[in-house]
Protein backbone atom coordinates (compact mmCIF):
# COMPACT_ATOMS: atom_id res chain seq x y z
CA UNK A 1 0.00 0.00 0.00
CA UNK A 2 1.64 3.43 -0.85
CA UNK A 3 0.17 7.21 -1.57
CA UNK A 4 -0.34 7.86 -4.81
CA UNK A 5 -1.13 10.90 -6.69
CA UNK A 6 -3.48 10.56 -10.04
CA UNK A 7 -3.46 14.29 -11.81
CA UNK A 8 -6.41 14.09 -14.72
CA UNK A 9 -8.27 11.79 -11.73
CA UNK A 10 -11.88 13.03 -12.88
CA UNK A 11 -10.82 12.46 -16.84
CA UNK A 12 -11.55 9.21 -18.87
CA UNK A 13 -8.07 7.30 -18.31
CA UNK A 14 -6.86 8.90 -14.99
CA UNK A 15 -10.32 7.50 -13.50
CA UNK A 16 -9.69 4.06 -14.34
CA UNK A 17 -5.54 4.44 -13.22
CA UNK A 18 -7.18 6.06 -9.80
CA UNK A 19 -9.78 2.87 -9.45
CA UNK A 20 -7.11 0.75 -10.03
CA UNK A 21 -4.69 2.01 -7.50
CA UNK A 22 -7.74 2.28 -4.71
CA UNK A 23 -8.36 -1.52 -5.90
CA UNK A 24 -4.47 -2.52 -5.34
CA UNK A 25 -5.15 -1.03 -1.89
CA UNK A 26 -3.36 2.10 -2.29
CA UNK A 27 -4.58 5.55 -0.94
CA UNK A 28 -5.19 7.63 -3.18
CA UNK A 29 -5.64 11.37 -4.13
CA UNK A 30 -6.43 13.09 -7.88
CA UNK A 31 -5.95 16.13 -8.54
CA UNK A 32 -8.13 17.63 -11.65
CA UNK A 33 -9.43 21.10 -12.59
CA UNK A 34 -12.51 19.73 -14.34
CA UNK A 35 -11.68 21.35 -17.74
CA UNK A 36 -12.99 18.33 -19.32
CA UNK A 37 -13.25 15.60 -16.52
CA UNK A 38 -16.41 15.06 -14.18
CA UNK A 39 -16.68 14.40 -10.60
CA UNK A 40 -19.03 11.33 -11.00
CA UNK A 41 -16.06 9.92 -12.54
CA UNK A 42 -13.90 9.78 -9.61
CA UNK A 43 -13.80 6.80 -7.88
CA UNK A 44 -15.22 6.85 -4.03
CA UNK A 45 -12.64 6.12 -1.88
CA UNK A 46 -10.10 8.70 -3.68
CA UNK A 47 -9.66 12.05 -2.14
CA UNK A 48 -10.34 15.23 -4.55
CA UNK A 49 -8.38 18.36 -5.05
CA UNK A 50 -9.79 20.72 -6.98
CA UNK A 51 -6.99 22.32 -9.08
CA UNK A 52 -5.08 23.49 -11.84
CA UNK A 53 -1.57 21.57 -12.44
CA UNK A 54 -0.48 24.55 -13.65
CA UNK A 55 -0.57 26.51 -10.49
CA UNK A 56 2.78 25.85 -9.29
CA UNK A 57 2.72 26.66 -5.52
CA UNK A 58 -0.82 24.51 -5.49
CA UNK A 59 1.08 21.66 -6.60
CA UNK A 60 3.65 22.30 -4.63
CA UNK A 61 1.12 22.29 -1.21
CA UNK A 62 -0.49 19.34 -2.68
CA UNK A 63 2.47 16.99 -2.92
CA UNK A 64 3.71 18.09 0.39
CA UNK A 65 0.53 16.87 1.95
CA UNK A 66 -0.26 13.94 -0.28
CA UNK A 67 3.31 12.63 0.15
CA UNK A 68 2.95 10.35 -2.79
CA UNK A 69 5.50 7.48 -3.35
CA UNK A 70 4.10 7.51 -7.46
CA UNK A 71 2.41 10.19 -9.04
CA UNK A 72 0.61 9.22 -12.25
CA UNK A 73 0.75 12.39 -13.97
CA UNK A 74 -2.49 11.93 -16.56
CA UNK A 75 -3.83 16.04 -16.35
CA UNK A 76 -3.78 17.40 -19.38
CA UNK A 77 -5.91 19.43 -22.46
CA UNK A 78 -6.11 16.42 -24.54
CA UNK A 79 -7.99 17.41 -27.89
CA UNK A 80 -5.93 17.76 -30.85
CA UNK A 81 -8.94 20.01 -32.71
CA UNK A 82 -8.89 22.33 -29.16
CA UNK A 83 -4.97 22.50 -29.28
CA UNK A 84 -5.38 24.01 -32.99
CA UNK A 85 -7.44 26.32 -31.68
CA UNK A 86 -6.25 27.27 -28.42
CA UNK A 87 -2.75 26.45 -28.58
CA UNK A 88 -1.95 28.68 -25.32
CA UNK A 89 -4.22 26.95 -23.08
CA UNK A 90 -3.04 23.50 -24.15
CA UNK A 91 0.67 24.58 -23.46
CA UNK A 92 -0.06 25.75 -20.46
CA UNK A 93 -2.01 22.79 -19.13
CA UNK A 94 0.38 20.62 -20.86
CA UNK A 95 3.86 22.19 -20.81
CA UNK A 96 3.41 24.57 -17.72
CA UNK A 97 1.51 21.75 -16.02
CA UNK A 98 3.91 19.17 -16.22
CA UNK A 99 6.94 21.71 -15.19
CA UNK A 100 4.76 22.25 -11.84
CA UNK A 101 4.53 18.65 -11.68
CA UNK A 102 7.92 18.03 -11.50
CA UNK A 103 9.23 21.32 -9.64
CA UNK A 104 6.78 20.06 -6.68
CA UNK A 105 8.47 16.58 -6.64
CA UNK A 106 11.59 17.77 -6.82
CA UNK A 107 10.72 19.43 -3.87
CA UNK A 108 10.18 17.04 -1.80
CA UNK A 109 12.93 14.65 0.42
CA UNK A 110 12.03 11.66 -1.06
CA UNK A 111 10.97 12.10 -4.92
CA UNK A 112 8.20 10.30 -5.60
CA UNK A 113 8.30 8.51 -8.78
CA UNK A 114 6.23 9.84 -11.99
CA UNK A 115 4.60 8.21 -14.83
CA UNK A 116 3.51 10.67 -17.57
CA UNK A 117 1.01 9.78 -19.83
CA UNK A 118 2.92 10.77 -23.52
CA UNK A 119 1.10 10.38 -27.13
CA UNK A 120 2.52 7.38 -29.36
CA UNK A 121 -0.68 8.45 -31.60
CA UNK A 122 0.92 12.02 -31.46
CA UNK A 123 4.08 12.61 -31.54
CA UNK A 124 6.02 10.41 -35.03
CA UNK A 125 3.89 12.77 -37.19
CA UNK A 126 3.01 10.84 -40.37
CA UNK A 127 6.09 8.14 -40.07
CA UNK A 128 7.38 6.39 -42.91
CA UNK A 129 7.24 2.75 -41.10
CA UNK A 130 3.60 1.83 -40.37
CA UNK A 131 4.24 0.43 -36.91
CA UNK A 132 6.60 2.11 -35.23
CA UNK A 133 8.87 1.80 -32.17
CA UNK A 134 10.35 4.47 -30.11
CA UNK A 135 13.23 5.10 -32.42
CA UNK A 136 11.19 6.33 -35.00
CA UNK A 137 11.65 10.48 -35.16
CA UNK A 138 9.51 12.69 -33.04
CA UNK A 139 7.66 14.57 -35.38
CA UNK A 140 4.26 16.08 -33.86
CA UNK A 141 1.89 17.60 -36.26
CA UNK A 142 0.07 19.62 -33.89
CA UNK A 143 0.29 22.16 -31.29
CA UNK A 144 -1.38 19.13 -28.93
CA UNK A 145 1.65 16.54 -30.19
CA UNK A 146 4.18 19.35 -29.45
CA UNK A 147 2.84 20.12 -25.96
CA UNK A 148 3.15 16.53 -25.05
CA UNK A 149 6.23 15.78 -26.78
CA UNK A 150 7.74 18.65 -24.69
CA UNK A 151 6.12 17.27 -21.31
CA UNK A 152 8.45 14.12 -22.18
CA UNK A 153 11.47 15.71 -22.41
CA UNK A 154 11.09 17.91 -19.43
CA UNK A 155 10.51 14.81 -17.68
CA UNK A 156 13.74 13.16 -19.42
CA UNK A 157 15.10 15.80 -18.22
CA UNK A 158 14.40 15.88 -14.34
CA UNK A 159 15.46 12.27 -14.17
CA UNK A 160 18.79 12.79 -15.80
CA UNK A 161 19.41 16.09 -14.31
CA UNK A 162 17.82 15.85 -10.93
CA UNK A 163 17.90 12.31 -10.25
CA UNK A 164 13.87 11.50 -10.23
CA UNK A 165 12.47 8.34 -11.10
CA UNK A 166 10.53 9.18 -13.84
CA UNK A 167 8.92 6.88 -17.00
CA UNK A 168 6.77 7.81 -19.97
CA UNK A 169 4.45 5.59 -21.48
CA UNK A 170 3.24 6.81 -25.17
CA UNK A 171 0.05 5.62 -25.74
CA UNK A 172 -1.33 4.79 -28.54
CA UNK A 173 -5.66 5.45 -29.09
CA UNK A 174 -7.20 4.45 -26.25
CA UNK A 175 -10.96 3.62 -25.76
CA UNK A 176 -13.37 2.31 -23.03
CA UNK A 177 -16.11 2.82 -20.58
CA UNK A 178 -16.23 6.26 -19.31
CA UNK A 179 -14.40 8.00 -22.55
CA UNK A 180 -16.76 11.15 -23.42
CA UNK A 181 -18.20 11.46 -26.83
CA UNK A 182 -17.53 15.43 -26.58
CA UNK A 183 -13.94 14.98 -26.94
CA UNK A 184 -12.18 14.80 -30.31
CA UNK A 185 -10.01 11.39 -29.02
CA UNK A 186 -12.96 8.82 -28.42
CA UNK A 187 -13.80 7.46 -32.02
CA UNK A 188 -15.67 4.89 -30.39
CA UNK A 189 -17.60 6.86 -28.08
CA UNK A 190 -18.62 8.85 -30.53
CA UNK A 191 -19.90 6.37 -32.74
CA UNK A 192 -21.12 3.68 -30.20
CA UNK A 193 -23.36 7.50 -29.42
CA UNK A 194 -24.58 8.33 -32.65
CA UNK A 195 -25.04 4.27 -33.08
CA UNK A 196 -27.21 4.65 -30.12
CA UNK A 197 -29.29 7.99 -30.94
CA UNK A 198 -29.35 6.44 -34.68
CA UNK A 199 -27.73 9.59 -35.43
CA UNK A 200 -25.08 10.15 -38.91
CA UNK A 201 -21.90 8.92 -38.88
CA UNK A 202 -18.87 10.84 -40.28
CA UNK A 203 -15.74 9.13 -40.90
CA UNK A 204 -12.67 11.01 -40.93
CA UNK A 205 -10.21 9.87 -43.50
CA UNK A 206 -10.38 7.97 -46.52
CA UNK A 207 -9.07 4.67 -47.76
CA UNK A 208 -5.99 3.32 -45.18
CA UNK A 209 -6.65 5.94 -42.68
CA UNK A 210 -6.20 3.59 -39.38
CA UNK A 211 -5.59 3.59 -36.27
CA UNK A 212 -4.01 1.33 -33.19
CA UNK A 213 -6.74 0.77 -30.41
CA UNK A 214 -5.75 0.13 -26.84
CA UNK A 215 -8.14 -0.52 -24.21
CA UNK A 216 -8.12 1.26 -21.15
CA UNK A 217 -7.90 -2.20 -18.76
CA UNK A 218 -4.17 -2.82 -20.74
CA UNK A 219 -3.37 0.77 -20.20
CA UNK A 220 -4.11 0.72 -16.75
CA UNK A 221 -1.75 -2.24 -16.43
CA UNK A 222 0.83 -0.62 -18.03
CA UNK A 223 0.79 2.40 -15.39
CA UNK A 224 0.22 0.38 -12.44
CA UNK A 225 3.37 -1.54 -13.78
CA UNK A 226 5.82 1.47 -14.58
CA UNK A 227 4.26 2.69 -11.00
CA UNK A 228 6.15 -0.28 -9.36
CA UNK A 229 9.45 0.35 -10.85
CA UNK A 230 9.59 -1.24 -14.00
CA UNK A 231 11.09 0.42 -16.77
CA UNK A 232 13.10 3.78 -15.77
CA UNK A 233 14.29 6.79 -17.44
CA UNK A 234 12.71 6.06 -20.87
CA UNK A 235 9.83 6.54 -22.94
CA UNK A 236 7.74 3.52 -24.00
CA UNK A 237 5.08 2.52 -26.73
CA UNK A 238 1.82 1.36 -25.06
CA UNK A 239 -0.10 -0.31 -27.79
CA UNK A 240 -0.89 -3.42 -29.46
CA UNK A 241 1.09 -3.39 -33.33
CA UNK A 242 -2.12 -3.50 -35.43
CA UNK A 243 -3.83 -1.09 -36.73
CA UNK A 244 -7.47 -0.67 -37.80
CA UNK A 245 -9.05 1.09 -40.48
CA UNK A 246 -11.84 3.25 -39.07
CA UNK A 247 -14.36 1.58 -41.67
CA UNK A 248 -13.26 -1.76 -40.30
CA UNK A 249 -13.36 -0.32 -36.64
CA UNK A 250 -17.19 0.94 -36.97
CA UNK A 251 -18.63 -2.36 -38.65
CA UNK A 252 -16.81 -4.42 -35.22
CA UNK A 253 -18.90 -1.88 -33.31
CA UNK A 254 -21.95 -1.90 -34.94
CA UNK A 255 -22.26 -5.70 -35.01
CA UNK A 256 -21.46 -5.59 -31.42
CA UNK A 257 -24.43 -3.53 -30.76
CA UNK A 258 -26.52 -4.72 -32.65
CA UNK A 259 -27.18 -1.35 -34.86
CA UNK A 260 -26.63 -0.36 -38.27
CA UNK A 261 -25.44 3.41 -38.70
CA UNK A 262 -28.30 5.21 -40.62
CA UNK A 263 -25.95 6.99 -42.82
CA UNK A 264 -22.10 7.41 -43.59
CA UNK A 265 -20.69 10.60 -44.55
CA UNK A 266 -16.80 10.60 -45.28
CA UNK A 267 -14.56 13.85 -44.92
CA UNK A 268 -10.93 13.93 -45.06
CA UNK A 269 -8.94 13.79 -41.67
CA UNK A 270 -9.51 16.87 -39.64
CA UNK A 271 -5.85 18.94 -39.00
CA UNK A 272 -3.46 17.65 -37.05
CA UNK A 273 -4.83 14.31 -37.52
CA UNK A 274 -2.29 11.36 -38.35
CA UNK A 275 -3.21 9.12 -41.39
CA UNK A 276 -1.95 5.88 -40.60
CA UNK A 277 0.12 4.89 -37.18
CA UNK A 278 0.45 1.70 -35.51
CA UNK A 279 2.90 1.07 -32.14
CA UNK A 280 5.22 -1.70 -31.77
CA UNK A 281 5.17 -1.74 -27.66
CA UNK A 282 8.51 -4.58 -27.35
CA UNK A 283 10.41 -2.26 -25.66
CA UNK A 284 8.17 -2.41 -22.88
CA UNK A 285 7.28 -5.76 -22.69
CA UNK A 286 11.14 -6.80 -22.36
CA UNK A 287 11.52 -4.70 -20.10
CA UNK A 288 8.57 -5.16 -17.62
CA UNK A 289 6.69 -8.40 -19.48
CA UNK A 290 3.77 -5.98 -19.97
CA UNK A 291 1.34 -7.17 -23.16
CA UNK A 292 -1.94 -5.95 -24.17
CA UNK A 293 -4.34 -8.40 -23.54
CA UNK A 294 -7.49 -7.49 -25.33
CA UNK A 295 -8.22 -7.57 -28.50
CA UNK A 296 -10.09 -4.67 -30.19
CA UNK A 297 -13.32 -7.38 -30.60
CA UNK A 298 -12.90 -8.13 -27.15
CA UNK A 299 -12.22 -4.48 -25.81
CA UNK A 300 -15.01 -3.21 -27.79
CA UNK A 301 -17.26 -6.31 -26.63
CA UNK A 302 -16.54 -4.97 -22.89
CA UNK A 303 -16.94 -1.51 -23.60
CA UNK A 304 -20.32 -2.47 -25.23
CA UNK A 305 -21.47 -4.37 -21.99
CA UNK A 306 -20.43 -1.44 -19.67
CA UNK A 307 -22.81 0.73 -21.77
CA UNK A 308 -25.66 -2.00 -21.41
CA UNK A 309 -25.15 -2.18 -17.23
N1 LIG B 1 -7.15 8.91 -24.59
C1 LIG B 1 -6.18 8.67 -25.45
O1 LIG B 1 -6.39 8.02 -26.49
C2 LIG B 1 -4.79 9.17 -25.18
C3 LIG B 1 -3.77 8.85 -26.11
C4 LIG B 1 -2.47 9.32 -25.85
C5 LIG B 1 -2.21 10.05 -24.70
N2 LIG B 1 -3.21 10.36 -23.84
C6 LIG B 1 -2.90 11.15 -22.66
O2 LIG B 1 -3.46 10.49 -21.53
C7 LIG B 1 -3.92 11.45 -20.59
C8 LIG B 1 -5.36 11.21 -20.27
O3 LIG B 1 -6.14 11.31 -21.45
P1 LIG B 1 -7.73 11.19 -21.40
O4 LIG B 1 -8.17 10.65 -22.69
O5 LIG B 1 -8.11 10.52 -20.13
O6 LIG B 1 -8.12 12.73 -21.36
P2 LIG B 1 -9.24 13.46 -20.50
O7 LIG B 1 -9.43 14.80 -21.13
O8 LIG B 1 -10.42 12.58 -20.30
O9 LIG B 1 -8.53 13.65 -19.09
C9 LIG B 1 -7.66 14.70 -18.80
C10 LIG B 1 -8.04 15.25 -17.45
O10 LIG B 1 -7.13 16.31 -17.13
C11 LIG B 1 -7.89 17.37 -16.54
N3 LIG B 1 -7.14 18.61 -16.74
C12 LIG B 1 -6.92 19.27 -17.91
N4 LIG B 1 -6.17 20.37 -17.67
C13 LIG B 1 -5.90 20.39 -16.33
C14 LIG B 1 -5.18 21.27 -15.49
N5 LIG B 1 -4.55 22.35 -15.99
N6 LIG B 1 -5.13 21.00 -14.16
C15 LIG B 1 -5.76 19.90 -13.65
N7 LIG B 1 -6.47 19.03 -14.41
C16 LIG B 1 -6.53 19.26 -15.73
C17 LIG B 1 -9.22 17.34 -17.26
O11 LIG B 1 -10.26 17.99 -16.55
C18 LIG B 1 -9.45 15.84 -17.42
O12 LIG B 1 -10.16 15.32 -16.32
C19 LIG B 1 -3.63 12.82 -21.21
O13 LIG B 1 -2.41 13.27 -20.70
C20 LIG B 1 -3.52 12.52 -22.69
O14 LIG B 1 -2.68 13.46 -23.33
C21 LIG B 1 -4.50 9.93 -24.05
Known amino acids: MANVLVTGGAGFVGSHVAEACLEA ?5 VVDNLASGLVKDIPSGAAFCEGDIADAEFMRRL ?25 S ?8 GTLSVLEAARSMDAPPRIV ?13 EEIVDESCPLAPASHYGMSKVAGERYLAFYGEHFGLSVVSLRLANVYGPRQ ?3 LDAGVISIFAEKLMR ?3 LTLYGHGRAGRDYVYVKDVVEAFLTAGKGGADGGAYNIGTGVITEVEALLDILSRRMGKNPVSVERAPLRAGEVFRIGLDA ?6 TGWRHSFSLE ?12
Open 25 to 29: GDSVW
Open 180 to 182: RAT
Open 89 to 96: LDARANVM
Open 198 to 200: GEA
Open 63 to 87: VAEARPAVIHHLAAQSSVTHSLAEP
Open 298 to 309: EGIAAFVESLEN
Open 116 to 128: YAATGGACYGDPE
Open 282 to 287: NAFQKK
